[in-house]
């Protein structure tokens, strides 16, 4: 018997065939910021914002970010440009699974590691960017879809060399009060009493019940993590993020069992096996990772399904541009245990290219976007 064809056996007209990749460029973009801020381990005085656009045989482009930050762009884009783009061109922009697993193996044997990982992110961004787009639906929506209404908090809290406890609570009081309800500051880069005024006057200012995180920066030993977690006790912190560096697990989970307050972390981290070891270990209460770090959203859900196998909420870093906001925002709204994402109130680069009302916080939360794919348009960055 002549078997049907699957225009025949459907009943209706065959599938068109998925764009494939014919091309992909990257686009660094420079942003100067007042010299006079820090974290405890660096002062801010320029923000790079890496973009990578990839577009297909049928002139869809989508467009993706990946982590630069501390260091030129220089070496990620060359790794693009030659290690990358050759594996890409004419792949499925729809198997978007099937790319990161060839990469995934890849790393194995590669000394490019890192640069394999920020590239992954940016890559799988934009292919979903492109997914969306050309199946007319919003990224979150295309991934699963949970809830629209996103839970954001402000973020920043940085040292500013000679500002008061008070007119540091003043500023980011303000910020609270600006639709948010919730801010994350950080510590770590000054004594502790001085860390410990700046929190007091903060809370103070915030009132009792608004939501209250601080970020320690990979930048304290597990001793003076410790400490410090037990002076702010009183405080009513919600969380205390990244005190330690990310190989640090075993002292993570001392200091969130010495310390008296949960632990978040860790947002620079990357691969599923390093955030299996890390929620394994006990290490942490809110697991945090970024979508321009750790792999994008194809990587992104699974730690969030990891996450939820451990009875684990999530909550997403950013600080870079509005292509990583809207990823954080997309994700948020597809997974079912995602906590919070962060917005931060200096590193906002492109959020004009946006309409406003998509960023501002009301009632402490932000709505996902109902436009195909990310929902933002940066054709006129696209360097072809």
């Known amino acids: 018997m002549k078997q049907k064809t699957p225009k025949q056996a459907g009943g209706g007209k065959a599938a068109a065939p998925t764009p494939r990749i014919a091309k992909v460029a990257t686009v660094a973009l420079r942003h100067p910021i007042d010299g006079a801020l820090r974290n405890p381990l660096f002062k801010w005085s320029e923000k790079i914002t890496l973009l990578v656009f990839v577009g297909t045989e049928d002139g869809t482009i989508g467009v993706g ?18 290690d990358v783009e050759p594996e890409l061109i004419g792949q499925d922009v729809t198997l978007s ?44 929506r295309l991934l699963g879809g949970c809830d629209a209404r996103v839970r954001a908090y402000a973020s920043g809290g940085l040292y500013r060399d000679g500002q008061s406890p008070e007119a540091f609570a003043e500023v980011h009081a303000r910020e609270v009060r600006s639709g948010f309800g919730a801010v994350k500051i950080k510590v770590g880069g000054a004594s502790l009493p001085e860390d410990v005024a700046r929190v007091g006057a903060l809370r103070e200012a915030i009132g009792p019940d608004a939501t209250l995180m601080v970020d320690g920066v990979a930048s304290l030993s597990v001793p003076r993590a410790t400490e410090l977690a037990r002076a702010l006790v009183p405080f009513r912190i919600k969380w205390f993020e990244q005190p330690l560096v990310n190989e640090n697990i075993e002292g993570l989970a001392a200091v969130r069992r010495d310390g008296g307050l949960p632990i978040a972390g860790n947002e620079n981290e990357a691969g599923l096996d390093a955030f299996r070891r890390l929620i394994g270990s006990g290490a942490v ?87 195909p794919g990310l929902g933002v348009d940066l054709s006129a960055y696209v360097p072809w």
């Open 285 to 371: 209460d809110y697991v945090q990772f970024d979508p321009v770090v750790s792999g994008g959203f194809t990587e992104g859900r699974k730690i969030a399904a990891l996450a939820e196998a451990y009875h684990l909420p999530v909550t997403i870093h950013h600080s870079n541009s509005v292509v990583s906001m809207l990823a954080n925002v997309h994700l948020a709204a597809a997974v079912p245990n995602c906590d919070s994402i962060e917005y931060h109130m200096i590193h906002r680069q492109l959020f004009g290219e946006v309409p406003a009302d998509w960023l501002t916080a009301k009632d402490g939360h932000l709505t996902a976007p109902e436009a």
């Open 97 to 140: 699974e099937a790319i990161v697993k060839s990469f995934r193996r890849r790393t194995a044997l590669s000394s490019r590691k890192s640069e394999t990982d920020k590239a992954l992110s940016a890559i799988d961004i934009a292919l979903w960017d492109i997914k969306g787009k050309l199946a007319r639906m919003p990224v979150w």
């Open 65 to 82: 970010e990946a982590w630069c930050a501390l260091g030129s762009p220089a070496p990620i884009e060359a790794f693009i440009k030659n």
